[in-house]
């Protein structure tokens, strides 16, 4: 009897057992401002995508990054400087604009955690508790006809959008789904972060403040991560 010269790769189960893998995120959610955060923005989205290793006892270690974005801007003097009373900006022309503002923002994490055996419902599968760092930046993105409102053209934008950013550190979590079809595993779970910050404008042109204080911006997303497993695979051989 003689093996085949090639091996051919097994069909990974996890129904049965702990398996190793490479991890593909694709995570979107909404968020809750809270301490500083809160009062320059309310409710945000965010969308992102990530990579993580999962070992065979079930810890994991990875990367990821996310955009957030929202419409909710609170800060009440901004651009007051240039508006009427009306809160109209008076172009070049003559003609009244009014601008567009957003909340914007992005983090890069790096994340470590554990699938535990709590309310398990296959040896991939459970409660999952993270922990991360990494760094997050947020301003205040203004739209408008910058050919008709010079004063607010790119250089001058960035004398009102707030810059800022900082270390930020996250706790998650939330329950993880591996069913053994490629396309259906999931992540589902609530990330609390909080973020030491401080603004990298200087003086803002509308209060003529310096924004160089420490700042305290926290929030609680909630996330639903799609998972994209890549399983490593084992070689067997057949006899004839």
């Known amino acids: 009897m003689a093996a085949l010269p090639a091996g051919l790769l097994a069909q990974t189960n996890v129904q049965d057992s702990c398996v190793q893998a490479n991890l593909v995120l694709v995570e979107a959610g909404i968020g809750l401002p809270q301490a500083d955060l ?8 965010l969308a992102g995508a990530g990579w993580q290793f999962k070992s065979d006892k079930n810890l994991l270690f990875g990367l990821s990054g996310h955009y957030y974005f929202g419409d909710r801007v609170k800060e009440d003097s901004l651009l007051f400087n240039l508006r009427d009373d009306n809160g109209y900006i008076i172009g070049n022309d003559g003609a009244l604009f009014i601008p567009s503002i957003f909340e914007q923002g992005f983090d890069v994490m790096f994340h470590f955690g554990k699938i535990t ?49 900082g270390i930020m550190f996250s706790e998650y979590i939330g329950y993880s789904y591996f069913s053994g079809k490629h396309f259906v595993n999931f992540r589902a779970g609530l990330e609390w972060s909080q973020a030491i ?19 305290l911006d926290m929030m609680i997303n909630l996330k639903l991560t799609w998972v994209l497993p890549v399983y490593k695979q084992t070689g067997r051989s057949f006899y004839y």
């Not at 809160?38 to 989205?45: C, T």
């Not at 910050?197 to 700042?215: H, Y």
């Open 197 to 215: 910050t401080k603004g990298r404008r200087g003086i803002t042109f509308d209060t003529l403040e310096p924004q160089d204080a420490t700042r």
């Open 38 to 45: 809160a009062d320059r923005f309310g409710y945000h989205g």
């Open 117 to 165: 055996s709590l309310l398990s419902h296959n040896p991939n599968s459970g409660l999952t508790v993270m922990g991360g760092v990494g760094f997050f930046e947020h301003n205040i993105q203004i739209y408008i006809d910058e050919a008709y409102v010079p004063q607010l053209n790119d250089t001058y934008k960035k004398g009102y959008d707030r810059l800022t950013n």
